[in-house]
């Protein structure tokens, strides 16, 4: 029989609730997936959920009970307990609790492949977008450097809608990064508008690299810039003053790229 709690006082919607800051998440070492998508998307990546909740006016409760095994723990939770734990205010009625990756600061032994580096990026539309844009060219993997939204935040979890099962997600120094893929000889494209950037047109496509995007204002840390193999830029030809970082990343992201 499915446990069932319909208190928001009851000690885990506490808890749960308290996955919403950076905070609870790391005393608790857990974040919460919210929305069948989200859900999905970790089951059919067979990523270990700790619990699944759901009320009973969800809807894919065929779809989901095909997608679980009989450990799976399951509680029923009322309509309150989902709108107190839920960051959109408009619960689809399913949620789940998965622990948090322990290797995400540890920099892989092999490098191979192309690497997306997240500097100082902030907007967790963006974020989203670009680590979506990286799944969808083939990226091994996405960076998350200082300044960069928490890849926990609830927000950042919906926005990569998934993407996040698909590739590996790191976070840590970016020049430490750097250094490794000096080391393992595959190039690190930096992004800047200057007079010593080169049109990313004229970089010869390659199937190892790293590309470093930065801040929605400031662009990318001067010191990282410092370590890069060469810096690129996309022109201008109209009227714009500059591109959405998530819309440069993307077009650098396929374009640099040797399929």
């Given at each position: 029989m499915m446990k069932k709690i319909e208190?928001?006082?009851n000690r885990y919607v506490k808890n749960w609730t308290k996955l919403k800051t950076k905070k609870g998440r790391k005393i608790q070492q857990s974040y919460l997936l919210e929305g069948w998508h989200l859900v999905k998307e970790a089951l059919l990546a067979q990523i270990k959920l700790q619990v699944?909740?759901?009320?009973?006016?969800?809807?894919?409760?065929?779809?989901?009970?095909?997608l679980i095994n009989q450990e799976q723990q399951l509680i029923l939770?009322?309509?309150?307990?989902?709108?107190?734990?839920?960051?959109?205010?408009?619960?689809?009625g399913i949620f789940a609790i998965a622990a948090l990756e322990k290797s995400l600061a540890e920099i892989p032994a092999e490098l191979a492949g192309k690497w997306l580096l997240l500097d100082n990026v902030q907007d967790p539309g963006n974020i989203g977008t670009m680590v979506r844009t990286a799944d969808a060219a083939g990226f091994s993997g996405?960076?998350?450097?200082?300044?960069?939204?928490?890849?926990f935040?609830?927000?950042?979890?919906?926005?990569?809608?998934?993407?996040?099962?698909?590739?590996?997600l790191f976070t840590g120094n970016l020049s430490d990064w750097l250094t490794a893929f000096a080391q393992s000889g595959y190039p690190v494209w930096g992004t800047e508008v200057s007079a010593q950037a080169l049109d990313y047109r004229q970089v010869k496509r390659t199937h190892n690299f790293a590309l470093i995007m930065g801040n929605e204002g400031n662009g990318v840390d001067f010191q990282l810039l410092?370590?890069?193999?060469?810096?690129i830029y996309i022109p201008i030809y109209g009227q714009a003053e500059?591109?959405?970082?998530?819309?440069?990343?993307?077009?650098?992201?396929f374009q640099l790229s040797n399929y």
């Open positions: 208190s928001i006082q699944i909740l759901v009320t009973a006016d969800f809807k894919e409760q065929a779809e989901l009970t095909k939770i009322s309509p309150v307990i989902a709108e107190k734990i839920s960051d959109t205010g408009h619960p689809q996405v960076v998350f450097g200082r300044g960069t939204a928490d890849l935040q609830p927000k950042v979890v919906r926005s990569m809608q998934g993407s996040q099962f698909h590739i590996r410092k370590q890069t193999t060469q810096n500059s591109l959405n970082v998530a819309v440069a990343a993307g077009i650098l992201m």
